[in-house]
């Protein structure tokens, strides 16, 4: 006789011989039998869902769970593997491993369904009898609550008795009990919101921003989204739920690479899972990627080479499809390295320089007079930065306020700034290039208030030249300082001129000389030439007379002022036409020259007139 361990290491099967042996000695033939010992319950070595019985900690499952099921075993092997993992008052923690190497990679006494119970209680509903396949028991799961299911979950506790065919008598002493909970998560989860990327809107970088909101519906404070996927075809899911700690309400995000994704319209879905497995439906948002800049605008106004006579300029452009907004530089040279018109802008376009505006035009006041370049670029306005296209052509710009001035006046012929009678052609050269189609009015006021208008013979850059006629015989009409007076003349700005009148020249034209003659009543030969000068004259003028190629001198006597007399005689052999040359000097240097004509009639004999 002995005593059997009860942690399994004895358990097995035991073969008993009995050979009977008299009294005197003689032993009678031996009887065989054996008996099974089996002292420990079936375990559990599989559920669903899965739980850990000997741990007290709630298994949530939701909605896509159809059955609550517990697999058995009295395989002394499983019970080895699993008592740790059994109930702690149900002793299968220290199961041993047996003695009997047959009996521990056996199936044991096997599982009594029989006696074996397995049910469950949600709320005031129980579970309908089990069902089983071969050791496997299956339960239906709770229904959904119709009313008062605000909370979302509910206690669904599970009951099970295992128990295998060893007997004592009609008595099953291998049981175990276990009671174990589940949390019915009836709920599913929501994605409230998708915030990033924005529907339907454009994004031109390698990497988007997916960013929102989801929610496990219900009140029970335990409810809790564990995960957050996102798809870009709603088959293939990917994780960001480190982006969050697990809460009844989340926000999520995470940054996604889109390097591959072509322009063009792009899906992307987001699902959320609670601790019951419950995935919300998958919420889709449209995106749109852009990365193609938009054309360049082609420039309108001011033209090429333009001269602006204010500082303020007006810049016309065309406008361009997908732009929005265009970026506007002007520099002081061609290389663009100094931005005049630099000013604040959004976060967008602040790796650029230059006035940013919405539309085809903009106006900037240009700092100083100069030279200018300016040029456009457009830009379409993504939501995570912009496209700017490649700057159009640049243009020439040139901004002059300064009225033009006449620097010089040049007559010719001249000396000393002294010109006579005659055609005079005046040169003026400006201050700067002139507006050719823009004639000045150019006028010359003598001395004694006679005014002659210069008229124009060319006019090209900077440099007019006209011309007047100074008229002979009337020095003292025209003699002495004579003011120009030029106006209305414009730069290639607009720039009218102010009004010059500072510019003077002399003008000199030298002594005219008015004669008749007398006969002298005591020399029938004899003629007085009597001239009057048109100016003082700093001497008597010379005179001569020239009969028949012979030029004869005649003294002039001064009588008055401006009048002087002298006497001829005359050649009477030879008649015919004779000349009188006069010249003199007036105070100004100036030599004028005059003659008069007359006829020396024939007085021979064969031509006198008979008067008898």
């Given amino acids: ?79 080895v593997t699993h008592g740790p993992n059994m109930p702690s008052d149900s002793g299968l923690n220290y199961a041993q491993t047996p003695g009997d190497a047959s009996w521990y990679n056996g199936t044991g006494s096997g599982v009594n369904m029989s006696v074996a119970s397995f049910s469950w209680k949600a709320g005031t509903e129980t579970s309908a009898p089990f069902g089983y396949n071969g050791t496997t028991l299956t339960l239906p799961t709770p229904s959904v609550p ?55 809107k454009k994004y031109t970088k390698n990497t988007l921003e997916l960013s929102g909101s989801a929610k496990d519906e219900g009140t029970d404070p335990n409810l809790r989204i564990t995960k957050v996927e996102y ?15 697990a809460s009844s309400t989340v926000n999520f995000s995470a940054s996604l690479d889109i390097t591959n994704l072509t322009d063009g319209e792009h899906s992307i879905y987001v699902r959320a899972t609670d601790r019951g497995g419950n995935v919300s439906v998958a919420k ?34 065309t406008t361009v499809s997908d732009a929005n907004n265009y970026l506007l530089q002007i520099a002081d040279d061609a290389g663009f390295n100094n931005i005049v018109n630099d000013q604040p802008k959004s ?43 490649a700057f159009s052509n640049s243009r020439t710009l040139v901004v002059d306020t300064v009225k033009p001035t006449v620097l010089e006046v040049s007559p010719s012929p001249s000396s000393s700034n002294k010109i006579t009678n005659g055609m005079v052609t ?45 008229p002979k015989g009337d020095s003292a009409m025209y003699d002495g300082n004579a003011i120009i007076v030029i106006e209305g003349a414009k730069d290639l700005a607009g720039n009218l001129m102010v009004t010059d009148n500072s510019k003077t020249v002399v003008i000199n034209t030298g002594p005219a000389f008015s004669t008749v003659l007398f006969s002298n009543p005591a020399n029938v030969y004899e003629i007085m030439i009597l001239t009057k000068s048109s100016e003082s004259l700093g001497a008597p003028p010379t005179c001569s007379v020239e009969q028949n190629g012979v030029s004869t001198p005649v003294m002039m006597n001064f009588l008055k002022q401006r009048y002087y007399a002298g006497s001829y005689k005359i050649d009477a052999s030879n008649p015919g036409k004779a000349y009188i040359y006069l010249s003199g000097t007036d105070l100004h240097g100036m030599v004028g020259n005059g003659y008069v004509q007359f006829v020396v009639a024939d007085l021979n004999a064969s031509q006198r007139l008979s008067i008898a």
């Fill in 1 to 79: 006789s002995g005593s059997l361990s009860n942690n399994q290491s004895h358990d097995g099967r035991y073969d008993i011989t009995v050979t009977p042996i008299s009294a005197s000695g003689i032993q009678g033939a031996p009887a065989t039998s054996f008996f099974i010992y089996d002292s420990q319950p079936p375990v559990v070595t599989q559920t669903s869902p899965a739980v850990n019985l000997a741990d007290s900690t709630p298994t949530w499952f939701g909605l896509t769970q159809n059955t609550i099921s517990a697999t058995l075993s009295d395989a002394p092997k499983d019970i």
């Fill in 146 to 200: 119709q009313e008062g299911g605000d909370a979302g979950v509910m206690d669904v506790v599970v009951e099970l008795i295992t128990a295998d065919y060893a007997t004592v008598g009609t008595e099953v002493p291998n049981k175990m009990t276990a009671s174990y909970t589940y949390k019915f998560d009836y709920k599913a989860t929501t994605i409230t919101a998708v915030s990033k990327p924005a529907a339907g």
């Fill in 347 to 389: 976060a967008a376009y602040a790796a650029y320089k230059g006035q940013l505006v919405a539309t085809g035009d903009a106006n900037f006041g240009l700092p100083k007079d100069g030279t200018y370049y300016w040029r456009v670029a457009a830009g379409e306005s993504c939501e995570d930065g912009v496209n700017v296209s």
């Fill in 284 to 317: 889709q948002t449209t995106f749109v990627v852009d990365r193609t800049p938009p054309t360049p605008p082609q420039l309108t106004f001011p033209l090429t080479n333009y001269i602006s006579s204010k500082r303020s300029v007006g810049f016309k452009w």
């Fill in 231 to 245: 798809s870009h075809n709603n088959i293939d899911w990917y994780d960001i739920s480190s982006s969050f700690t």
């Fill in 426 to 470: 005046f040169t003026l050269r400006f201050s700067e290039p002139m507006d050719a189609t823009v004639n000045p009015a150019v006028t010359l006021t003598s001395a004694g208030g006679q005014v002659m208008k210069i008229e124009r013979t060319d006019f090209k850059d900077n440099t007019w030249t006209g011309t007047t006629v100074i």
